[in-house]
């Protein structure tokens, strides 16, 4: 595939990839559907959105597919260090919000990026990652989620999983809080053509991620979405579901790319959760679950261990 193809390969892939996911969920939600709102972006592009809200199992769910391009604002240009100012990027990006403070919520993106010159690609890229954020960490659910991000890994190379885990466990922490989001997962940006690697290589592993997906996250839904659960239980999902904001809206580099690039707010935004909480300075016995699960958010866990 020569470099021209991608913008073509790249979008019906990641479009495709949206369809399949949004039934996969829709089949072990078993209520709710997916509301589907076509968009075009001013400046250039736009994507179709999917937001389910009030299923059975997902409070507030979002998959989204874009591809934009246009002139890239200038304070991106520098901060990436790109000379050209065309850019176009597509991909898919999702986050479930469930009902039950047992069933984790999870966030997936995956994306291709080029800039262009008089219609010459110059740069390219592919980027992305998969990570969860239980409410309650179960170790071995834990342990099963990161085997499959490694499974799919290590297809493509022994080296890429303990990588591109350290890489999330940097990249998915709440500085301010001195925590991690959730229990990370794999995140890599800025994939290009190495002597190791070309960029079909890369657009394959990135496929392989996104297909990883659905089969990962249905079996965490059926595991947990019939436990039962108390208010003080809810009460903890809606602290978690604060922190999870606090990342989105302060270091999250796809929502101020987002709002940089003049996205359409509600896809941006998408990620938020329906409801949240923020109660002063909430306290928890040192042997209960909650407490357990605060200890936990830490980078560097092997979860596999």
Not at 114 to 132: A, C, P, R, T, Y
Not at 264 to 271: A, D, K, N, T, V
């Amino acid at each position: 595939m020569n470099n021209q193809n991608f913008k073509s390969e790249t979008q019906t892939f990641f479009r495709d990839l949206q369809e399949r996911i949004c039934a996969a969920l829709e089949k072990e939600d078993g209520k709710g559907v997916f509301v589907k709102q076509e968009w075009q972006r001013d400046g250039g592009g736009g994507g179709r959105t999917m937001v389910m809200q009030e299923g059975a199992v997902i409070e507030k769910g979002g998959v989204n597919f874009s591809a934009v391009e246009g002139e890239l604002p200038d304070k991106i240009a520098k901060a990436l260090g790109l000379n050209s100012n065309h850019f176009f990027a597509t991909g898919v990006s999702i986050v479930i919000h469930p009902h039950n403070p047992w069933v984790p919520i999870i966030h997936m993106n995956v994306r291709y990026f080029e800039m262009s010159v008089n219609g010459k690609v110059e740069e390219q890229w592919f980027g992305g990652g998969i990570d969860l954020t239980p409410h309650y960490i179960i170790d071995e659910q834990a342990t099963f989620f990161h085997q499959q991000l490694k499974n799919t890994c290590d297809k493509f190379g022994s080296n890429l999983y303990p990588e591109f885990k350290k890489w999330a466990d940097d990249y998915f922490f709440i500085q301010h809080r001195n925590e991690t989001r959730g229990i990370g997962g794999i995140f890599f940006d800025r994939l290009k053509t190495t002597e190791e690697f070309s960029m079909n290589d890369r657009f394959e592993f990135v496929k392989a991620v996104g297909n990883t997906f659905a089969s990962t996250y249905t079996k965490l839904m059926s595991l947990n979405k019939d436990k039962q659960y108390t208010e003080e239980e809810k009460n903890w999902q809606l602290i978690r579901r604060g922190r999870y904001v606090e990342f989105n809206l302060v270091y999250d580099k796809g929502t101020k790319f987002g709002l940089d690039t003049n996205g359409r707010i509600e896809s941006i935004l998408m990620s938020l959760p329906k409801l949240a909480a923020w109660p002063y300075d909430p306290q928890f016995s040192e042997d209960s679950k909650e407490n357990k699960t605060q200890n936990l958010l830490k980078k560097g866990i092997n979860w596999l261990a």
